[in-house]
């Protein structure tokens, strides 16, 4: 939210840092028990907030 208070406000991408950690903490949890187990992939969500930073380009 510290974009919209600048000038001009600025786009930005919020990343859910709080539910990384906490996964992260669980694989690891996870790890130290079974530490030949396979490799795990995933994808939490993020949000883009397209504020005054972005415009298309300038054409003349």
Same mark, same amino acid.
């Given at each position: 939210?510290? @974009?919209? $208070? $600048? ?6 991408? /919020?990343?859910?840092?709080? *539910? $990384? @950690? ?10 130290? @028990?079974?530490? *030949? ?6 994808? $939490? /969500? ?5 504020? @005054? /930073? ?7």
């Amino acid at each position: 939210w510290e @974009g919209a $208070l $600048l000038t001009p406000p600025l786009t930005t991408v /919020s990343q859910p840092v709080e *539910d $990384l @950690g906490t996964r992260a903490a669980e694989l690891i949890i996870e790890l130290i @028990g079974k530490p *030949d187990r396979p490799p795990v992939f995933e994808e $939490l /969500s993020d949000a883009l907030t397209v504020r @005054g /930073s972005c415009a298309p380009p300038v054409t003349s």
